[in-house]
Nanobody, 122 residues
Framework: QVQLVESGGGLVQPGGSVRLSCAASGSIRSINVMGWYRQAPGKQRELVANINRDGSANYGDVVKGRFTISRDNAKNTIDLQMNSLDLEDTAVYSC????????????????WGQGTQVTVSP
């Protein structure tokens, strides 16, 4: 079974920082893209950041300059360093990956983790 497991998150004050991690496990041949999306109550899910195997990254406009995504290909993990958090960053953050199974060679285009809550509050 292939899965994504997130960690980190929690309650943080405005202006503070949080680091999220996501680890892919199971029978994996390769991972193309890994990333983070978030969804706040009553809002559409939006891209936070994603990162390709070569380390090139894309960021959602609302987080540019504040968040940094990084990746460890050897460990099949990504981290999201979130700085200068504000109230609008409160959301459930979910990890996603596009990967290829080791045993079958089949691609999973959108594997999702269970999500982790980040709450920014005074």
């Amino acid at each position: 079974q292939v899965q994504l497991v997130e960690s980190g998150g929690g309650l943080v004050q405005p202006g503070g920082s949080v680091r999220l991690s996501c680890a892919a496990s199971g029978s994996i041949r390769s991972i193309n893209v890994m990333g983070w999306y978030r969804q706040a109550p009553g809002k559409q899910r939006e891209l936070v950041a994603n990162i390709n195997r070569d380390g090139s990254a894309n960021y959602g406009d609302v987080v540019k300059g504040r968040f940094t995504i990084s990746r460890d290909n050897a460990k099949n993990t990504i981290d999201l360093q979130m700085n200068s958090l504000d109230l609008e960053d409160t959301a459930v953050y979910s990890c996603t990956a596009k990967l290829v199974r080791l045993t079958t060679g089949a691609m999973i285009a959108n594997l999702w983790g269970q999500g982790t809550q980040v709450t920014v509050s005074p």
